[in-house]
């Protein structure tokens, strides 16, 4: 049973710019969900995708946008980067309405 | 809004000490709670999960449990190793309807002295 993976591992970007993270679920696993980490923070939910659709999303700007594939994986999508922004992005996937969420070992983003 | 405390912020402890982490939620209303681990810079373990019907998980040295009616949870570690040293999370799940999203707390940073 293959995990959850991310890519990529760390990524660098200036102020205004756009970024793609990538994430690919476990297998079997049909919903993807996304959330931020602060430094010294607790992650916080961004958007869940389930079926190619958003299925929940977190207080989050509509800068902030995904989309999830035949297979289940999944893109994160941030337009506009500000310094804010700057974080540990996790993925984690689960079966729709499942009990666990499983993470991916997340994306770190810097913002300059 | 569901909000998740957790108590202490950080806790540095002698090896072979058993320890208690606090974790405290303000809507009972829960699916289930979970325990994570995470080492620094990476993604979560999850350690235990503990459905809203029940009141205790436990894996090894491990022990959660949960009392929905006030809102909290411990995380009970036996025999502290430094191989324990992590930041430990807590977080809540809110049933709705198909959309099961986390709600974490800030974590607690336990270090455990050889």
């Known amino acids: 049973e293959t995990g959850v993976t991310q890519s990529p591992t760390h990524l660098i970007k200036t102020r205004g710019q756009q970024v793609t993270l990538r994430c690919s679920s476990q297998?079997?696993?049909?919903?993807v969900s996304w959330y931020q980490q602060a430094l010294g923070q607790g992650p916080q939910f961004i958007f869940q995708y389930y079926r190619e659709e958003e299925n929940g999303r977190g207080n989050f700007p509509p800068r902030f946008s995904g989309l999830q594939f035949p297979n289940y994986s999944s893109e994160l999508n941030v337009n506009a980067l500000e310094l804010d922004d700057s974080a540990l992005y996790l993925c984690a996937s689960s079966h729709l309405g499942g009990v666990e969420q499983y993470f991916g070992p997340g994306t770190r983003l810097t913002v300059t | 809004k569901q909000e998740v405390t957790q108590i202490p912020a950080a806790l540095s402890v002698p090896e072979g000490e058993n320890l208690v982490l606090n974790c405290s939620f303000t809507d009972s209303a829960i699916y289930n709670l979970q325990w994570f681990r995470q080492d620094p810079g990476k993604g979560l373990t999850s350690l235990l999960l503990?459905?809203?019907?029940?009141r205790e998980q436990t894996s090894g040295r491990l022990n959660a449990s949960l009392d929905k009616s006030s809102g909290r949870s411990t995380l009970y570690i036996a025999a502290s190793q430094p191989g324990d040293s992590a930041t430990y999370l807590c977080a809540v799940s809110v049933s709705g309807g198909s959309n099961y999203k986390l709600t974490f707390g800030k974590g607690t940073l336990l270090t455990v002295n050889p």
């Open positions: 503990i459905q809203s019907s029940q």
């Open positions: 297998s079997g696993h049909n919903t």
